[in-house]
């Protein structure tokens, strides 16, 4: 954290009543449907603040769209969702009702979170630095000179600030996905989510934005991955999630998750998953 | 060829391109505004927009030419010819714009407004940063070839009277009996406005760096 | 003004033949310029050199410069170089012509958009080059370049209106020539816009339809 500037958002040292208590994010019986299909059963999970958890589980588990859920970029269809405390979207009466909240409430609640995809969705007609400082400008206000050292700062935590100046066709995959990170670090999230940040990189370049994620989970960030890198959930994950079928079916640390006995649905998926780190857990 | 007839070739060719370039222009405000009708959740907006384009790309812009050109008057607006000309390839060409517009926001890859949804910028934002850039970047081979497109199509508002290109070399053969010459000289000339928009239009794209998104 | 179509219905066998004038000039040039632009374009990609840059001069002139000109530098230019013909005849070629350009690059780009790594599979499992052509290009040539083609032949339909212009007696000459007798001009124009519309709207929907068909068959185009 050494090298980012020391700024202040609106909402990082405000005093929430249960900021100090309150888990980073709470899941409460989330469902989420598309047409027929039941997506999400129920899910029921608590994201703890400062730690990484890891999201992992096969093709179709679900895992994306609980953390889009998340991220409300998908709305659950049943169940709540409260980050450090407030409720995400809808607030739940006593009585179960479900109430959509104000568009302001919604945006100063997601404005808490980051958000990493899969396509990194850098936006092609910005540098790498414009995309960093594109929302501190239009959207925190921030002068332009002040926003440019701030993205500056931000990357050169992600070890690109000699990129600065050029588009994302210019880039690598790799370090798009490294500009994508500090887009979201510059706004100082609570909380950062990652959709399966390496799913669309060639394998040799994974590992530099693996790192980058490492050296975050290091520095005491709340980090919430979706990742098939299961080498990296079971050693930088302080918290695993297991999903199978849209139910969440095991919480844990990597040592009670990973460990013997196996549950046989998590042998089995690790068996198709040697190839990513998974073998050193067999 | 005297050089004086050349000289009022090349005349007649520039008033092709100031004609082209004003309906391409007022084409274009005209599109936007279909197309952000075309776009609307308002079935009120989308459906008179639907019907506007279908009617102007289905229908020959002579027909359309001759149609406007005859139907102000009737009407009771007298205007000169050439401004009935500019209205109808105005009309015609929006059509296409506001089509080849819905294409390029279509097209804008939907990951890149979560992202701008995702660090708080409201739709307003979103559309003005990130959407209508982008789009615009991607419509415009489109519109370059619109512009192509439009410059010969022009040529038939020859048939209401414009003294343009086409008209001057009508004019021209018709009194010298040299059709062949002056034909394939407003030829030559729209080979030239073309290529060099054209030209132009690949420079304008080369310049406007985007990836592939 | 007042809309009578009454008047102008009155003169169905007129218009009926000017319907068939443009119907048959439209079919004929589509067919006959969609194959001179397919040979164009095989040409173009399996010629010599030499040949490829004539025939892209050929198709960077036609499509460089409006109809119109083209169709008066042959029917009013033609006779200067020996070349009389009468106004069909010259509607037909001069449309036909103008065809091929597009039609050419229309093929051009499907040659092109066939990827290579298929063509490569066929000759590993052992196919000839005429069976390549056969049953691996063209198939998949047909898949890529119909819905242009499709495209195409409606600009078609529209450009045949401007053989009025050289006065084939198509379906723009003729409303418009009874338009003028019955002094119901803008009418006239009103029903020749429904018609041509109609008829493109027509084109379009089978257009879609047969693309619907075909694009079970779609490749994962990258």
């Known amino acids: 954290m050494s090298s980012t500037a020391p700024t202040r958002t609106p909402h990082a040292n405000s005093p929430e009543p249960h900021a100090a208590t309150a888990p980073a994010v709470a899941v409460k019986g989330v469902g989420k449907t598309f047409g027929a299909t039941e997506v999400l059963k129920g899910i029921d999970l608590t994201v703890p603040a400062g730690a990484t958890t890891c999201l992992i589980g096969p093709s179709g588990s679900g895992k994306s769209t609980l953390l889009r859920c998340i991220a409300f970029l998908e709305e659950a269809t049943k169940g709540t969702i409260t980050i450090k405390g407030d409720p995400l979207g809808f607030a739940e009466a006593a009585n179960g009702q479900r109430t959509r909240l104000s568009p302001q409430n919604i945006r100063s609640v997601r404005s808490r979170i980051g958000m990493v995809f899969q396509q990194f969705n850098l936006w092609p007609h910005m540098t790498a630095l414009g995309n960093v400082c594109e929302a501190l400008v239009t959207v925190r206000k921030m002068k332009r000179k002040e926003a440019e050292e701030r993205g500056m700062a931000q990357l050169s935590r992600v070890g690109l600030e000699h990129r600065a100046t050029h588009y994302p066709s210019e880039l690598s995959g790799g370090q798009q996905q490294r500009v994508a990170i500090a887009r979201a670090l510059a ?90 780190g998974a073998a050193t857990l067999l | 060829m005297s050089f004086k007839l050349f000289e009022l070739m090349l005349w007649a060719a520039g008033y092709t ?71 109808g390839l105005s009309l015609c060409t929006a059509a296409y714009q506001a089509e080849n ?71 021209l053969s018709a009194s010298t009996y040299r059709p062949l010459l002056f034909y394939s000289v407003a030829g030559g000339l729209y080979l030239v406005i073309c290529w060099t928009v054209a030209g132009g239009g690949a420079l304008a794209e080369r310049l406007t760096r985007t990836s592939r998104a | 003004m007042s809309l009578d179509f009454g008047l102008i219905i009155e003169q169905m066998p007129d218009i009926l033949s000017g319907l068939w004038v443009t119907l048959w000039i439209w079919v004929v040039a589509s067919i006959l310029g969609a194959a001179l632009g397919f040979l164009v374009a095989a040409a173009r990609r399996y010629g010599p050199a030499p040949l490829d840059w004539l025939l892209k001069l050929y198709v960077e002139i036609l499509r460089g410069n409006p109809f119109l000109i083209q169709l008066f530098l042959l029917y009013f230019g033609g006779p200067f170089i020996g070349l009389r013909l009468e106004p069909i005849p010259a509607g037909l070629i001069g449309l036909t012509i103008y065809a091929s350009a597009y039609f050419s690059e229309i093929f051009r780009a499907g040659f092109q958009a066939v990827p ?9 499992v052992g196919l000839s080059r005429s069976q390549i052509l056969r049953r691996i ?86």
């Not at chain 3, 290579?116 to 590993?124: F, K, L, N, T, Y």
């Not at chain 3, 879609?208 to 075909?214: D, S």
């Open chain 1, 187 to 276: 706004l100082d999230p609570e909380i950062l989510l990652f959709d399966e940040p390496t799913a669309s990189l060639d394998p040799e370049l994974t590992g530099e934005v693996l790192n980058v994620m490492r050296d975050l989970a290091g520095s005491g960030m709340t980090l919430l991955v979706v990742t098939h890198e299961i080498g990296f959930a079971a050693t930088v994950g302080e918290s695993i999630a297991f999903l199978d079928h849209g139910r969440l079916l095991l919480n844990g640390t990597p040592r009670e998750v990973f460990g013997e006995p196996r549950h046989p649905r998590l042998a089995q998926f690790l068996e198709t998953y040697l190839d990513r």
């Open chain 2, 17 to 87: 391109v100031v004609l082209s370039a004003i309906s391409i222009v007022i084409g274009l405000t005209i599109g936007l505004c279909v197309c952000a009708a075309k776009l609307a959740r308002s079935r009120a907006l989308s459906i008179p927009a639907t019907v506007f384009i279908s009617f102007f790309r289905g229908v020959p812009l002579l027909v359309q030419l001759l149609l406007i050109y005859n139907l102000l008057p009737a009407i009771g607006i007298s205007v000169p010819s050439v401004v009935a000309a500019v209205i």
């Open chain 2, 101 to 171: 517009l819905r294409g390029g926001f279509n097209s804008v890859p939907k990951g890149l407004l979560e992202a701008a949804d995702m660090v708080g910028l409201s739709p307003w934002q979103q559309l003005k940063r990130i959407r209508a850039p982008i789009a615009l970047r991607l419509t415009l081979p489109a519109l370059v070839n619109e512009a192509i497109l439009i410059l010969k199509a022009s040529s038939l508002i020859s048939v209401v009277g414009v003294i343009e290109l086409t008209r001057m070399a009508q004019n």
């Open chain 3, 116 to 124: 290579r790594g298929h063509v490569e599979a066929a000759q590993c």
């Open chain 3, 137 to 222: 290009l063209l198939p998949e040539m047909t898949m890529l370049v119909l819905p242009q083609c499709v495209n195409m032949a409606i600009i078609l339909i529209k450009e045949t209106a401007i053989l009025s212009i050289i006065t084939v007696p198509e379906m723009t000459m003729v409303i418009g020539a009874i338009g003028s007798q019955q002094y119901a001009f803008v009418d006239a124009m009103f029903l020749l816009a429904i018609f041509y519309w109609v008829l493109v709207e027509i084109c379009d929907w089978l257009g879609r339809r047969a693309e619907a068909k075909l694009s079970k068959f779609r490749f994962a185009v990258t």
